[in-house]
């Protein structure tokens, strides 16, 4: 069976600092990767989407970038973080194909907090 | 656009309870449907799915139907228990377009003893 992983569970941060954050998926091959942030009074919005190594999509203009370095792996990055990056990061990943009719299944998410 | 309107709560039941948590959505084309549920400090979990008018998703109890002609897709329980409180979102991929899904602001569910 297929399982996501995301590391850490919970971050604080200094504004300013760096970010690395990784999410790895388990038990399948080639599969869209998604970043998605979940923010205090703005619900759920979709970051980045993968749909290959190397293959980068942005939603939505931002201080923050995503990497695949690996088939199944996907890294969230800041060179320097500011206030409004605090949210909870939630990796998810669903099987290739027409997107509108693949599920999309989330990872556990990393808690940031931007201090 | 795209998007889901739901009621955001907190609902407040008492278990054994009937729930029907409503949710509206926009959309062009005919989107995939999906509600998702978050306990306390974790991540979405699909909860069920429906992709065509008139298909009925269902798991551990909760059922939706796509309702195309009242752009719908309410969740209901017969019978709620402690272990369903929980975040629930209601959200749409629209057909053919894109990667993201539009979420709902979700809705807060309490099911107290």
């Known amino acids: 069976s297929q399982t996501i992983h995301q590391w850490p569970a919970t971050l604080v941060q200094p504004v300013g600092s760096p970010l690395s954050l990784e999410c790895t998926v388990e038990?399948?091959?080639?599969?869209?990767l998604y970043w998605y942030r979940q923010a205090a009074g703005r619900g759920l919005q979709l970051l980045f989407y993968?749909?290959?190594?190397?293959?980068i999509s942005s939603e939505v203009p931002q201080n923050l970038s995503a990497s695949r370095p690996q088939d199944r792996q996907f890294i969230l990055s800041s060179k320097k973080l500011l206030l409004s990056d605090s949210g909870f990061y939630l990796c998810?990943?669903?099987?290739?194909?027409?997107?509108?009719?693949?599920?999309?299944?989330f990872g556990p998410g990393t808690r940031l907090l931007v201090l | 656009g795209n998007s889901v309107t739901q009621m955001e709560g907190p609902v407040t039941l008492s278990e054994e309870a009937f729930l029907t948590i409503n949710c509206t959505y926009t959309?062009?084309?005919?989107?995939?449907l999906f509600w998702y549920v978050q306990y306390p400090g974790e991540g979405l979990q699909l909860l069920l799915k429906?992709?065509?008018?008139?298909d009925k998703g269902s798991n551990k109890g909760f059922e939706a139907t796509y309702r195309k002609e009242t752009t719908s897709f309410h969740l209901e329980k017969g019978s709620v228990q402690v272990s369903d409180s929980a975040v629930y979102f209601c959200a749409l991929i629209p057909i053919n377009s894109g990667y993201a899904l539009n979420f709902g602001k979700g809705t807060s569910l309490l099911v107290t003893p």
């Open positions: 429906a992709t065509k008018a008139d």
């Open positions: 038990g399948t091959s080639n599969p869209n």
């Open positions: 959309a062009t084309g005919y989107p995939s």
């Open positions: 998810a990943w669903s099987v290739a194909g027409l997107a509108s009719l693949e599920t999309q299944y």
């Open positions: 993968s749909v290959g190594i190397g293959q």
